[in-house]
């Protein structure tokens, strides 16, 4: 049995950081419990890397399929402190195919979270909204942050069915806004909460904002001054879906969230300044929750 399983995706990131990284052009992006990750990788030595690092946190990658002869997918991040632009090979990201996905285990799943969809889509797509009810019918909850969108179409085809089996979506503010098609963040949260689902939206510096149809809470990190901001968004995910695991209610699991998301950027790299869950949450003891209007 497992805490949480992920579907999405799987490679390592190479930063670029200082003073002087910022590209010519604009681009944008075309562990705390039992855990096991389903992602694509080559057979290369970046795909063996990536094995090694997860099996030395503890993370179960037996479903993790292998591509013979194919490369492994690459991001190069270039930072500067609170921005960043990522660059990401796509390779074998992109064939995670439902086959991939091993009969039964997400019935086996207290939680089952889908990331990188937009990277998914055209093939996991059509099929992930059935795996998603099927999980949920055994008692999993379901949670999904779909990252930045390549294509710019933003959910145009299996977005909608996929939606409605997440308990849970957690964007940025900034992808939330076009996932809505708005630039209104409170009527992007009703938009994208109409089917019945929750929403947490990654506010940056700012926190995080909660909503569930009926609830709407704050929550706001004390000010740091960012290192670097890589993975900081995942790291919310892991504080909060943390938080969830071992019995919060959503509004209390924001402060983990923004605690594990505040203490990654004091390091280089989503995992530079990574914590445990005693010390997110003894960090959340400083993230207030309050009502938004």
Same mark, same amino acid.
């Given at each position: 049995?497992?805490? #949480?399983?992920?579907?999405?995706?799987?490679?390592?990131? @190479?930063?670029? #950081?200082?003073?002087?990284?910022?590209?010519?052009?604009?681009?944008?992006?075309?562990?705390?419990?039992? /855990? !096991?990750?389903?992602?694509?990788?080559?057979?290369? =030595?970046?795909?063996?890397? /990536?094995?090694?690092?997860? *099996?030395?946190?503890?993370?179960?990658?037996?479903?993790?399929?292998?591509?013979?002869?194919?490369?492994?997918? /690459?991001? &190069? @991040?270039?930072?500067?402190?609170?921005?960043? %632009?990522?660059?990401?090979?796509?390779?074998?990201?992109? +064939?995670?195919?439902?086959?991939?996905?091993?009969?039964?285990?997400? %019935?086996?799943?207290?939680?089952?979270? @889908?990331?990188?969809?937009?990277?998914?889509?055209?093939?996991?797509?059509?099929?992930?909204?059935?795996?998603?009810?099927?999980?949920?019918?055994?008692? =999993?909850?379901?949670?999904?942050?779909?990252?930045?969108?390549?294509?710019?179409?933003?959910? !145009?085809?299996?977005?909608?069915?996929?939606?409605?089996?997440?308990?849970?979506?957690?964007?940025?503010?900034?992808?939330?806004?076009?996932? =809505?098609?708005?630039?209104?963040?409170?009527? *992007?949260?009703?938009?994208?909460?109409?089917?019945?689902?929750?929403?947490?939206?990654?506010?940056?510096?700012?926190?995080?904002?909660?909503?569930?149809?009926?609830?709407?809470?704050?929550?706001?990190?004390? $000010? #740091?001054?960012? &290192?670097? +901001?890589?993975? *900081?968004?995942?790291?919310?995910?892991?504080?909060?879906?943390?938080?969830?695991?071992?019995?919060?209610?959503? $509004?209390?699991?924001?402060?983990?969230?923004?605690?594990?998301?505040?203490?990654?950027?004091?390091?280089?790299?989503?995992?530079?300044?990574?914590?445990?869950?005693?010390?997110?949450?003894?960090? %959340?003891?400083? &993230?207030?929750?309050?009502? *938004?209007?």
């Amino acid at each position: 049995m497992f805490d #949480l399983v992920v579907i999405g995706d799987c490679n390592p990131d @190479v930063l670029v #950081l200082g003073d002087d990284v910022t590209p010519a052009f604009g681009q944008q992006e075309k562990l705390v419990a039992s /855990m !096991a990750l389903v992602a694509a990788i080559g057979d290369d =030595a970046a795909g063996g890397f /990536m094995l090694a690092e997860l *099996a030395a946190a503890g993370v179960d990658t037996a479903a993790m399929p292998v591509r013979p002869r194919s490369p492994t997918g /690459m991001t &190069v @991040v270039l930072s500067q402190g609170d921005d960043r %632009a990522i660059l990401t090979a796509e390779c074998v990201i992109g +064939t995670l195919t439902p086959a991939d996905i091993p009969a039964g285990l997400l %019935a086996r799943a207290r939680h089952v979270h @889908v990331s990188s969809y937009f990277l998914l889509e055209r093939v996991l797509g059509p099929d992930l909204p059935a795996l998603l009810a099927a999980a949920r019918a055994a008692g =999993a909850t379901t949670s999904l942050d779909t990252n930045w969108d390549p294509a710019g179409t933003w959910g !145009a085809d299996y977005f909608p069915d996929v939606l409605a089996q997440a308990d849970l979506l957690l964007p940025n503010e900034a992808e939330a806004l076009r996932m =809505a098609g708005t630039a209104d963040l409170t009527a *992007a949260i009703a938009s994208l909460t109409k089917a019945g689902g929750a929403i947490a939206v990654k506010l940056g510096a700012r926190g995080a904002r909660y909503a569930d149809g009926t609830r709407q809470y704050l929550a706001t990190p004390p $000010p #740091l001054a960012p &290192v670097d +901001t890589t993975g *900081a968004g995942d790291c919310f995910n892991a504080g909060l879906l943390a938080g969830l695991l071992n019995g919060l209610q959503p $509004p209390e699991a924001l402060a983990p969230g923004c605690a594990t998301g505040a203490a990654s950027t004091q390091g280089v790299g989503g995992t530079g300044r990574a914590t445990d869950l005693t010390a997110a949450l003894a960090l %959340a003891a400083d &993230v207030p929750v309050h009502p *938004a209007a």
